[in-house]
């Protein structure tokens, strides 16, 4: 995996778990010390999270860190199971069989890029991810229930969970994707809204967990003024 790749994941598993302080600025220079690269796979990195909203613009080459509160990724989290499962209840009853085979082949692209992990994989698993939970809203038919629940899959910190899993937590939501297919194709809507429910409900453990160890973790890494760099990983996101 290249440079610019290792940096990117790095800072928005970083700013998913909450490493850096919300309003805290981001200084490239800063941050290509602290992982031990120039500023070129820095600069690129920041360009793209302010482009997805989990950082902002920030003068002399430098962004501002989003200011998210965990109460406000929490609520979203629990929007979305009220408004997902609703809408994988009504997919249930009305989705195509196509548009179901298409939702299981999202759930595939995941699978092989979690067994492979070629270059930019996370990236690749991301917007799978994104069409997967996308497909109920599209077959739901209710477009207010489209709209208001596309919304919530606009928020960086509640649909890039993969950015922080382990190896088990990425093979766990596989499995409860697939469930999510099979209550579907089944047509049984009680079993669909409750596979959506317990999905979503484990990522919020796994995302409290992140953030506790994120927590830990800055209290118990000695800074890089004190001890040097911190090596960037070089394959997974997260440690489980």
């Known amino acids: 995996m290249s440079v610019s790749n290792n940096v990117y994941e790095e800072l928005r598993r970083r700013l998913i778990t909450g490493h850096y302080d919300p309003g805290s600025p981001l200084k490239e220079e800063h ?17 793209q999270l302010v482009s997805e ?15 998210w509160r965990e109460e406000d990724a929490e609520e979203i989290f629990q929007l979305r199971i009220l408004l997902e499962g609703r809408a994988t209840a009504l ?20 699978a092989e890029a979690v067994e492979t992990k070629k270059p930019g994989y996370l990236d ?16 739901c038919g209710s477009a207010h229930l489209r709209m208001f629940g596309a919304s919530l899959l606009e928020y960086p910190l509640v649909i890039g969970g993969f950015y922080i899993y382990s190896e088990a937590d990425m093979q ?35 995302f409290r967990r992140s953030r506790s160890n994120e927590a830990q973790r ?21 440690s489980a």
Not at 31 to 45: F, H, I, K, N, Y
Not at 91 to 110: G, V, W
Not at 124 to 139: D, G, K, R, S, V
């Open 218 to 238: 800055k209290r118990d890494t000695v800074g890089p003024s004190r001890g040097g760099p911190v090596p960037l990983r070089a394959t997974s996101p997260r």
């Open 172 to 206: 766990e939501s596989i499995r409860q994707h697939t469930e999510i297919v099979s209550a579907i194709r089944a047509g049984n809507e009680d079993w669909a809204r409750s596979a959506v429910s317990c999905h979503l409900s484990a990522a919020v453990v796994r």
């Open 53 to 67: 909203g989990l950082l902002e613009s920030g003068a002399k080459r430098g962004a501002i860190v989003k200011e």
């Open 124 to 139: 690749a698993i991301h917007q799978a991810n994104l069409a997967f939970h996308m497909a109920p809203y599209e077959a």
């Open 31 to 47: 941050v290509a010390a602290d992982l031990g690269v120039s500023r070129t796979p820095v600069r690129a990195a920041i360009q």
């Open 91 to 110: 997919a249930a009853r009305k989705m195509l069989r196509d548009d179901i085979a298409r939702m299981q082949s999202y759930n595939e692209t995941i």
